[in-house]
């Protein structure tokens, strides 16, 4: 058996990062006689060799003393009468994967020390820590001490339990006293200690071995970065190889390998959680006549119910870490579960609290593990932590001061983006009070951006004020339309049309919903609406709207005639637009040109950058068609700066293609390649697929890789 000078040798040697030859090279020994020592077959070196080893190991003035005293000719302590004590629980029968952390956990328990396993309810922890305690337990023939602390036991109770487990009666006194005599219970003898279920350092820091030789595995719900002389493994969920053999394990793997696709399915609504997934497996097995196919649609439907099993279930697993937060923070939990990530700015408004104390709430879930922290700033939860969370209802009143600041931020771009729309007349200037203060559009749209899946879940969850959807689906028009957002837009307009009691709002969404479905019908009605209330300003936006979606010559010339009999030179800009496209599918190219620069002139008057943009985007591929490259790229090069001054992602991308194709049309294949790529770049930022698409096509006819 080793000494307890070979292990702190080893320990030491180790920590320092040096060989066995390296630390005899260093201390001027053999490194036969290294091997010794470490072995326990020398267990009393000279006193020059022990000052020599700790000089060469760099050990601090306490390191050096109990170095020294490990040396000493002194008696080894008495072993307890009786055989030792063997408490850990069974192995695991199934355990599945987990090759990398079982690797390290097992050299971590190898060198003796305190080893923290963390991770979020379900995630396997126990599971891991008993199966390596089985595997090293032969290292530890002096006893393996297994405690449940339930989260909850305290340290009093528990080291009263340890102790009487290794045949020591109870003296009572203080805590600290009781503390000392366990770990005087434990010097000198190697044993392995399993404390499972740990809440806090200060509960499990009383239960720690004081001398080398003896090992703790501490599995906790908590991150437990506190305890300093602990090393950390925190768990995270399977992989999906390992989580299918994890399945597999459980329900057969002639079963899982007859339907893998329906296997991928089970183990994604499980979120590759091992808990979960032994659940699914374990209905499964009691299931022989289910298809993988049938569990997958159920889980689909109803995951937890479907993983649920009394106090052993995911609801249950996910209780006890919710249990332990204050009401205040459980209160953030069940808001936090709303959206499918969130930064602190959101989680302020939620709480109505600063941004600083937001933080500080976030940060304490993801110490129970029940938010990750992905990226700075931004906290996720795992899918089936926000199924339980959503499982609550939200405080109606914080989603509206959340959807308050959407509506600021929507409001305050329409202010920058399109300051002459005909909605101003019917928006409330205070909508966007509360809003950051951005001085353009393209700042408005990137934190939009940064915000576009906190918007989307706000928008599906119950309890969000019916006034403010309508707000949202008629402010973000410029943003939706700036990122060709539409299926977004769609669906917002589809939720506020029946929250739109107000027949002119009512009116705005519904020929919303025409322009981002691009579909005539919703404007058609939308245009009877406005025509009933006598919004002469109203008709002419929609008729503008529906002879883009219709591009018609006729639609055209009639939206047209009404802009200009109400005197609407904006409206007027662009319905000649639309005309003009319209024109040009006619093969009436020089009409089509003559309604471009009568619209560039019109928006020049009114100083509409956005609208001018576009105009001069059409006129660009109009010329590129026609051949001419040189007017083609000066009105393109105005419309690129144009449409980046005003953040409008969406036309940024379409004249860069645009102008990509005139440098091949030069027979510049590198600047067309260039230009392209940075086309691309941002169509895939985006996510739209069809320009990404575009784009590649035509980078393959650069020569190069796309």
């Known amino acids: 058996m080793d000494s307890v000078l070979g292990i702190l040798l080893r320990h030491h040697r ?58 000493a000719r002194t008696p080894r302590p008495r072993r307890v009468p009786g055989a030792p004590v063997r408490q850990l629980p069974a192995a695991p029968v199934r355990f599945s994967g987990r090759e990398a952390e079982v690797a390290e956990l097992t050299g971590l328990v ?16 126990t599971s891991l820590a008993l199966h390596v305690a089985h595997q090293v337990g032969e290292l530890f023939p002096d006893g393996q001490l297994y405690l449940d602390l339930r989260a909850s ?38 044993v392995l200690l399993v404390f499972d279920d740990a ?74 959680l091992p808990l979960a997934v032994h659940l699914a497996g374990a209905r499964l097995a009691s299931r022989p006549a289910w298809p993988l196919a049938h569990l997958a649609r159920r889980l689909a439907v109803r995951r937890l119910d479907e993983l649920d099993r009394d106090d052993a279930g995911i609801r249950a697993s996910f209780a006890v870490s919710v249990d332990q937060l204050d009401p205040a923070d459980q209160r953030a939990f069940t808001l936090f579960g709303v959206f499918e990530d969130i930064s602190p700015p959101v989680a302020a408004r939620l709480l109505d609290v600063d941004g600083l104390a937001a933080e500080l709430v976030l940060e304490r879930l993801a110490d129970l593990h029940l938010m990750q922290a992905t990226t700075p700033g931004r906290y996720r939860m795992h899918d089936l932590v926000r199924t339980y969370a959503r499982e609550r209802s939200a405080d109606a009143e914080a989603l509206g001061r959340v959807a308050d600041l959407f509506v600021a931020v929507a409001w305050r771009s329409v202010a920058l983006a399109v300051p002459h729309s005909f909605r101003g007349t019917w928006a409330d200037p205070e909508w966007t009070a509360g809003a950051p203060d951005f001085t353009t559009a393209a700042a408005a ?19 969000v004020p019916a006034q403010a959807l309508v707000r949202l689906a008629t402010g973000l028009f410029p943003y939706y339309l700036s990122r060709g957002y539409r299926a977004d837009w769609a669906e917002l307009c589809g939720l506020a049309l029946p929250a739109a009691s107000d027949p002119r709002a009512h009116a705005i969404v519904e020929m919303d919903l025409g322009v981002a479905s691009r579909d005539a019908g ?18 002419a936006v929609c008729l503008t709207n529906l002879s883009e979606v219709m591009d018609t010559v006729e639609t055209g010339e009639e939206s047209l005639a009404l802009a200009r009999e109400l005197g609407l030179q904006c409206v007027e800009a662009a319905v000649l637009e639309h005309l003009g496209s319209a024109y040009g599918r006619r093969g009436d190219h020089e009409r089509e040109l003559r309604c471009y620069l009568d619209s560039l002139r019109l928006n020049s008057e009114e ?25 083609a790229a000066t009105a393109l090069a105005r419309s690129l700066h144009l449409f980046r001054e005003g953040g409008d992602a969406t036309g940024e991308v379409a004249c860069l293609e645009e102008l990509g194709l005139v440098h091949l049309l030069r027979r510049d294949r590198a600047a067309a390649a260039e230009t392209l790529r940075r086309g691309l770049g941002i169509a895939e930022r985006h996510g739209d697929l069809r320009r990404q698409a575009s784009l590649r096509q035509h980078l393959a006819k650069c020569g190069g890789p796309s």
């Open 110 to 125: 190898e060198r003796s020390g305190v080893v923290v396993v963390s991770g979020m309810a379900g995630v396997g922890k």
């Open 199 to 272: 809440a806090t350092a200060g509960q499990i820091q009383p239960l720690l071995p004081g001398t080398v030789g003896c090992a703790a595995i501490v599995t906790s719900r908590r991150a437990m970065d506190t305890l300093p002389q602990a090393r950390h493994l925190r768990l995270d969920v399977l992989p999906e190889r390992e989580a299918l053999d994890l399945l597999a394990a459980y329900a057969g793997p002639e079963r899982t390998g007859v339907d893998p696709s329906s296997a991928r399915q089970v183990v994604e609504q499980c979120g590759r």
């Open 607 to 631: 100083s509409d950058e956005r609208v001018s943009a576009s105009v001069l985007h059409r006129i660009g591929a109009l010329h590129r068609r026609s051949g001419r490259t040189e007017d």
């Open 153 to 190: 036991l305290q340290p009093e109770d528990a080291l009263a339990q340890l102790m009487r487990a290794l045949g020591r009666p109870d003296h009572g006194g203080t805590l600290a006293e009781t503390a000392a005599r366990f770990r005087s219970a434990l010097a000198g003898r190697r």
């Open 445 to 463: 749209f990137a934190w939009l951006d940064e915000h576009r899946p906190h918007l989307a879940d706000l928008c599906r969850t119950p309890g």
């Open 14 to 71: 180790i920590a320092v990062g040096l060989t066995q030859e390296a630390l005899a090279e260093k201390a001027g020994l053999s490194g036969q006689a290294i091997g010794s020592l470490e072995r326990g077959d020398r267990r009393h070196p000279h006193r020059a060799t022990v000052l020599r080893l700790a000089d060469a190991l760099g050990l601090g003035a306490d390191e050096r003393a109990e170095f020294a005293a490990a040396a």
């Open 522 to 539: 919703p404007l058609r009605r939308a245009l009877a609406s406005f025509r009933e209330l006598g919004d002469t300003n109203g008709v």
